[in-house]
């Protein structure tokens, strides 16, 4: 039997709440969670609740109520050894700054972000990540930044995808 102030009752009603696309409830119910976990005396999942806070407060369109939500959780999972984790906050809060268009600020951050994937062994991850950057890099016209990113990406892929493929080789032909 579940008490109504258990996190995962909270988790379970973010959810549904996300998946129904009401992202302020989310928002609000992994605020809920995050506070449930933080009385347990288990900070990581209170930082895995804040983060899931901040995706929902972006789809919302409070870009800054979500790198709020996400600042300082990259530092929780950094003393943990989750580097996993690190750089997925770090991603969020970088998504936050680009919505914020803050973009020399979440360049930096999508970087730090690659790294803790690439230390997490997270290729498919990490590739998401530095695609993100190099999108970034080309609106301000930083080209040569932009396919090292795409290229520093695709690099730590251990089963490409057919397009990832294709990607390398028009890359490998460029440079």
């Known amino acids: 039997m579940t008490d109504s102030s ?3 009752v909270f988790v379970d009603q973010a959810k549904l709440a996300y998946q129904a696309g009401e992202y302020s409830q989310a928002a609000q119910s992994f605020a809920q969670a995050a506070g449930a976990y933080t009385e347990k005396g288990d900070a990581l999942m209170a930082a895995e609740m804040q983060n899931n806070r901040s995706v929902a407060l972006l789809r919302s369109k409070d870009p800054q109520a979500a790198l709020e939500a996400a600042q300082g959780t990259e530092k929780i999972f950094a003393e943990a ?3 996993r ?4 906050a770090l991603a969020n809060q970088a998504s936050a700054l680009q919505a914020l268009k803050r973009s020399k600020e979440a360049i930096e951050i ?11 062994g997270e ?7 530095m695609q993100l950057l190099s999108m970034l890099c080309l609106r ?4 040569y930044e932009a396919i090292l990113a795409l290229q520093s990406g695709l690099a730590g892929v251990k089963n490409p995808t057919t397009r990832q493929r294709f990607m390398k080789k028009i890359l490998f032909f460029r440079l």
């Open 6 to 8: 258990s996190p995962q």
């Open 81 to 83: 050894g989750d580097f």
């Open 85 to 88: 984790r690190q750089g997925m």
């Open 110 to 120: 999508y970087k730090e972000s690659g790294d803790a994937l690439e230390k997490a």
């Open 123 to 129: 290729g498919e991850l990490r590739v998401e990540v």
């Open 140 to 143: 301000h016209f930083k080209f």
